[in-house]
Nanobody, 131 residues
């Protein structure tokens, strides 16, 4: 059974940085689509960043230039580097992965609109940004 585990969340002041990590046991780390989505109370789910098997990336417009997604095959870990954090970034952040072949843009869109197409995601890690 695959266990996806996110870590690295916390509370920071606006302008600060956090790095989220995601590991997935028993999951071949060349899963074609991987990414991060977030959910805040009372708000719709948003795909934040995605990376495909070629290493291409895609981002939510509001985080472009501030967030960077990457993955380390040697460590079987997916990362989300978040800089210049804003209070509106406050949410629970989840890592998602699937073997379905998708471009990064498709992977990001699917996280927002059809999360059920992803077979694996974790329990999330809370990010809180104070003003």
């Amino acid at each position: 059974q695959v266990h996806v585990v996110e870590s690295g969340g916390g509370e920071v002041q606006a302008g600060g940085s956090l790095t989220l990590s995601c590991t997935a046991s028993e999951l071949t780390f060349d899963a074609n689509a991987m990414g991060w989505f977030r959910q805040a109370p009372g708000k719709e789910r948003e795909g934040v960043a995605a990376i495909d098997s070629d290493g291409s990336t895609s981002y939510l417009d509001s985080v472009k230039g501030r967030f960077t997604i990457s993955r380390d095959y040697a460590k079987s870990t997916l990362y989300l580097q978040m800089n210049s954090l804003k209070p509106e970034d406050t949410a629970m952040y989840y890592c998602a992965a699937d073997y379905e072949s998708m471009t990064a843009d498709q992977a990001l869109d699917v996280m927002t609109r059809q999360l059920g197409r992803y077979n694996y995601w974790g329990q999330g890690t809370q990010v809180t940004v104070s003003s």
